[in-house]
């Protein structure tokens, strides 16, 4: 089971980009899918979920309007579109999934945005906002 984040890159403020995380040795129909992000010195943080159909989706409060996450299943790939960059959305950027039929980490994921206990993670991306 492999997850292989890219799109990354240094941006200006107010700019954008799209990640993509591609899936491989298995689908993303039966998985949630996550996005993390890690700030130099801070916690890593949930931003978004999307369910296992790619119909329901989650945001943290510090992206909602900004970031969209969406999903196609015939890539097996899931995608997060950054608008509005910020220098505070400045970090390395992570994808997870989690497998729907365990209802303790779907909660965690979908709901909570918190990725404890999950095994599938992808490597990072870097995403740099700065003038």
């Known amino acids: 089971l492999q997850l292989v984040e890219s799109g990354g890159g240094s941006v200006q403020p107010g700019g954008s980009l799209r990640l993509s995380c591609a899936a491989s040795?298995?689908?993303?129909?039966?998985?949630?899918v996550g996005w993390f992000r890690q700030a130099p010195g801070k916690d890593r943080e949930g931003i978004a979920s999307?369910?296992?159909?790619?119909?329901?989706?989650n945001y943290a409060d510090t992206v909602r309007g900004r970031f969209t996450i969406s999903k196609d299943g015939a890539k097996n790939t899931v995608y997060l579109q950054m608008d509005s960059l910020q220098p505070e959305d400045t970090g390395v950027y992570y994808c997870?999934?989690?497998?729907?039929?365990?209802?303790?980490?779907?909660?965690?994921?979908?709901?909570?945005?918190?990725?404890?206990?999950?095994?599938?993670w992808g490597q990072g991306t870097q995403v740099t906002v700065s003038s």
């Open positions: 040795g298995f689908s993303l129909d039966y998985y949630i």
């Open positions: 997870a999934a989690a497998n729907k039929s365990d209802p303790v980490l779907l909660y965690r994921l979908y709901v909570s945005l918190d990725g404890r206990g999950i095994d599938n």
């Open positions: 999307i369910s296992s159909s790619g119909q329901v989706t």
